[in-house]
Each structure stands twice: as C-alpha cells, then as structure tokens.
C-alpha cells in the first residue's frame, strides 16, 4: 500500500514546492509594488497631516479557502471599507483621491499578509509531506521488505522441515514394512 501510495505522495510534494515558490514570488512582488507605490505618494508627505484618521477604516476582509494540491489555503475576496462622511466643497480637493489611494495600499498591504500566509502553510505541508515520503522510502517499505524476507525464509524453512519429516516417517513406514516381510 505505501509503494503505491509513494508516488502520489511525491507528486503532491513537488505540486507543494513549485505553489510555495510561486506564492512566495507573488508575495514578494506585491510588497514591492507597495514599497514603489508608498514612495511614489512620499511627495504627500505634508499633505497626509491634514488627512482625517477616521475618514476611511477597513469594515471586513472577505477571505475563502481554496484548495492547493489538497491543502486548503486562503483566498483574498473583497475587502470592505467603511469611509466616514466629509463634505466635498470644505474638505481639501485631494480627499478623494486620498481614501482612493490608502484603498488601494490597504488592499495591497492585505494582499500581501494573505500570500504570505498562504505560502506559510503551503510550507508547512510541503515539509509534512517530504517527511512522509522520507519514511515511506527510508524506513517504511524496507522494513516491510525486510519482514517478508523473513517471512518467506521461514515458511520455506517450515516447508523444508514439513517435506523433510515426511520423508522420514515415509522411510520408517517402509522400514517397517521391510522388516515385517
């Protein structure tokens, strides 16, 4: 049953290994797009002390669990903001695009947890998965043939000794019979 159930194991194991890379590459480029994307706001600077903190705030995460090579994982849905009330005309023009711009980082910043956690699990699995088929290879199935080496030896011992008796017994009845003729 392990012999058959090694290369499935193997398969999932390499299955892991590429989803974990390619998350981790994910992972990285969305923390790069939000590094490039906070410094091409750097010249707002001064701007964002005029902001108001409770304008915009993160109401749910939306998260679903999807499934990578048998391994359930989560998926970013929708975030969900909540954006405070201000008035167009007395608030500074650039409000707009303010809540506009931290959606969009949030969303990214988010993004960038989610793919990390994904690729933290993905991990993990990854190596359960490689010490099942170290054992499976190195210990497991050897064993196993080393038992029914075994085994086998004995049975053919046990056959050995049952034929080898027979033949005994076989050749005291003939002596037997010799001796009463």
């Known amino acids: 049953m392990r012999q058959k159930a090694l290369p499935t194991l193997k398969n999932k194991e390499s299955a892991l290994r590429l989803s974990a890379n390619a998350i981790k590459q994910a992972s990285l480029r969305v923390q790069e797009e939000l590094l490039m994307e906070m410094k091409e706001f750097d010249y707002l600077a001064a701007l964002w002390n005029e902001f108001q903190p409770d304008l915009i705030r993160i109401k749910d995460v939306e998260l679903s669990i999807g499934k990578v090579a048998g391994v359930k994982v989560p998926e970013l849905g929708e975030v969900i ?3 405070g009330e201000f008035n167009a ?10 809540v506009r711009i931290l959606k969009r980082l949030s969303h990214m910043g988010i993004q960038s947890e989610v793919y990390a956690e994904k690729a933290r699990i993905l991990e993990y699995a990854r190596k359960k998965t490689t010490q099942k088929v170290n054992l499976y290879e190195k210990v497991q199935i050897p064993g196993y043939q080393e038992a029914i080496r075994k085994i086998k030896r004995f049975m053919e ?7 080898a008796s027979q033949k005994i017994v076989k050749e005291r009845h003939a002596a037997e019979e010799e001796e009463q003729l």
Do not use: H, R, T, V
Not at 89 to 98: C, I, K, L, S, T
Not at 157 to 163: A, M, P, R
């Open 81 to 83: 903001y909540e954006i």
């Open 89 to 98: 005309f007395q608030a500074p023009a650039w409000y707009a695009d303010g």
């Open 157 to 163: 011992d046990e056959e050995n000794l049952s034929k």
